[in-house]
């Protein structure tokens, strides 16, 4: 067991004083671990894995908040639809329009975000900022409701680069919420860069090495 209650207590109440929401990752980390936190008041945990999450949730307390924060194929998606809180990494219309489906199948609206490429990275996933306005322009989906957008910098020592790329990240995001009313969630910081994300105005982390430890 390797959950940091420290480093639990300390980010919390950072957080707590600037309104973000703490998605804790616990992708390869045990179920065991997951209860640790929940015990601690923690409900919000994110997955990578579609069937990593479908087992964990079987396992765990009803009440979790599930984000989905990995990369999703459009035909694993029935797996999760029936009781994700929140898809992050969408990356393709086709992707969208799965969720609307299966939102439909299960009757209820899944919330997800549309993920953005800001990072130097060719191999980091996303839409670039014609694409986010098109979609939300034609905004035809009833079961699939995009409340915000997700975005991962550059993995890099180069904290400047790091922080304008949030910096972009969060001027799409203004310019979004101008097209689609309702538009809440900016998903930006991860351990290594949450602090500079919640300067640059990310409303939700999502952090894991910082409280489970490295994987
Ligand atoms: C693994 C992962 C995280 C958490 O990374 P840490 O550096 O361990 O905090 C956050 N976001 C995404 C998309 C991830 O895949």
Redo the contacts with the bound molecule.
Sequence with gaps: MSVNKQNYASIRQELGASNVTLVA?S?IKPAGDIQQLYDLGQHDF?E?YVQELVEKQSLLPTDIRWHF??HLQSNKVKYIAPFVHLI??VTSVSTLKEINKQGQKNNRVIDCLLQVHIAQEETKFGFDANEIETILSNNEYTHANIIGLMG?ASFSEDLTQVRTEFATLKKLFDQAVLLKPGFNTLSMG???DYKLAIEEGSTMV?????LFGN?
Excluded: A, P, T
Excluded at 206 to 210: M, Q
């Design positions: 990752v992708k994110g990578n924060i990995g992050h990494g991962m991860m351990s290594g999502r952090i894991g090495s910082l994987r």
